[in-house]
């Protein structure tokens, strides 16, 4: 049995698990000019709660402040909150709802999951790797590349913007 089937199978992992938003990170990259160069950046207000019913029963949700954008260069984060990116006004959340996975061998899952970007929904399934932390927490770690046109995130100053962007999430859960 691998590792990740041994944790969703032990009676301490069934129940709640809320997000340590202190001990996560939800980070993106971003290809411009033409993918001579990266953006990199974070958001950095996020929460999110999971729940394990038996080990092929798992659900979840992260809620992200769209506004909390931060690639380190205040006129382009304003830029990225603005209607033609992130629209914040109008559309203050990103969120990650997870509907199911199972245990994909060794520290790995598969998890059946959707992200919703103003407004509009699209199916994200992401590999995620489970480690089970010395506190009592557990560790999911993931990278995957979404189009962000298909999200409308649609700003593209002269071409520069690439469409492709990568993320990656660190999040800490801890039983309820």
């Given at each position: 049995m691998s590792s990740v089937a041994t944790f969703l199978s032990s009676p301490k992992a069934v129940g709640t698990w809320n997000l340590d938003p202190g001990q996560s990170s939800i980070r993106f990259e971003n290809g411009t000019?033409?993918?001579a160069l990266k953006v990199r950046g974070a958001f950095t207000e996020?929460?999110?709660?999971?729940?394990?019913k038996d080990d092929k029963?798992?659900?979840g949700r992260v809620d992200i402040k769209a506004a909390s954008i931060n690639t380190g260069l205040g006129t382009r984060d304003h830029?990225?909150?603005?209607s033609n990116f992130f629209n914040t006004d109008h559309y203050p959340d990103i969120t990650v709802v997870v509907s199911g996975g199972e245990p994909a061998g060794?520290?790995?899952?598969?998890?059946?999951a959707e992200l919703t970007v103003k407004g509009i929904t699209g199916p994200l399934p992401l590999?995620?790797?489970?480690?089970p932390l010395d506190d009592g927490g557990v560790r999911l770690t993931t990278e995957t590349t979404v189009t962000r046109k298909q999200f409308a995130v649609e700003g593209n100053f002269l071409g520069m913007v690439g469409n492709k962007t990568k993320l990656k999430a660190?999040?800490?859960?801890?039983?309820?």
């Open positions: 000019m033409w993918g996020f929460t999110g709660s999971g729940e394990i029963t798992v659900s830029d990225l909150r603005r060794g520290d790995v899952a598969r998890l059946d590999k995620v790797e489970v480690s660190s999040l800490v859960f801890r039983p309820a």
